[in-house]
């Protein structure tokens, strides 16, 4: 049975930083292109970020690049997201999904629960 | 960017209705668009995948069909289970996006 299980979402201030994880478990993990998607409160879903199975394709939405750095670790079974420079529009429910394939074909499989993000002082 | 417009935002319906929900593409998408229900508290879950192919384990109640920049999702007679939220997601070109969601109600 596919698991994914996400952590490292938490309460932080606008400026600082973030790095959610993603374990994934009941499936080759490097066979398979991951996501990033988040809920907003009172927002529709939104995705955030897209890594093909060996790293060599990374997607990220406008709201989020050059802020948000998405990454994994095969060997750990594991996808992360590293989030800088977060704004209170960053606040969300986060989650991680799995592909089809281990080329990034945009057909979100499989999801976790999420972890919830809340940027605020 | 594609953008993709659901009509309607909402809709109340009762158990045995018929529903047609609305998903159009700024743009030509082929059929790379998915169907994803999500319940309060819950993770998405996707119903559809190629504007038309149900997913595996999804009732029988669900349909999807178009291509190009229209598509509809029907849900043949509502049961219980199904009011949710339901959005429209293209994987046609970066970035991805998905519609604003279609909330269904009990009337």
């Known amino acids: ?121 | 960017d594609i953008q993709m417009t659901q009509s309607p935002s909402s809709l109340s319906a009762s158990v045995g209705d018929r529903v047609t929900i609305t998903c159009r593409a700024s743009q030509g998408i082929r059929n790379d668009l998915g169907w994803y229900q999500q319940k309060p508290g819950k993770a998405p879950k996707r119903l559809i995948y190629a504007a038309s192919s149900l997913q595996s384990g999804v009732p029988s109640r669900f349909s999807g069909s178009g291509s190009g920049t229209e598509f509809t999702l029907t849900i043949s007679s509502l049961q219980p289970e199904d009011f949710a939220t339901y959005y429209c997601l293209q994987h046609n070109s970066y970035p991805f996006t998905f519609g604003p969601g279609t909330k269904v109600d009990i009337k």
């Not at chain 1, 952590?7 to 993603?22: E, K, N």
């Not at chain 1, 989020?64 to 704004?87: C, H």
Request: neutral net charge.
């Open chain 1, 1 to 121: 049975e596919v698991q994914l299980v996400e952590s490292g979402g938490g309460l932080v201030q606008p400026g600082r930083s973030l790095r959610l994880s993603c374990a994934a478990s009941g499936f080759t993990f490097d066979d398979y292109a991951m996501h990033w998607v988040r809920l907003a409160p009172g927002k529709g879903l939104e995705w955030v970020s897209t890594i093909n199975w060996n790293s060599g394709f990374i997607g990220y939405a406008d709201s989020v690049k050059g802020r948000f750095t998405i990454s994994r670790d095969n060997a750990k079974n594991s996808l992360y997201l590293q989030m800088n420079s977060l704004r209170a529009e960053d606040t969300a429910l986060y989650y991680c999904a799995k592909d089809l394939t281990a080329a990034v074909r945009g057909y979100f499989d499989d999801w976790g629960q999420g972890t919830l993000v809340t940027v605020s002082s």
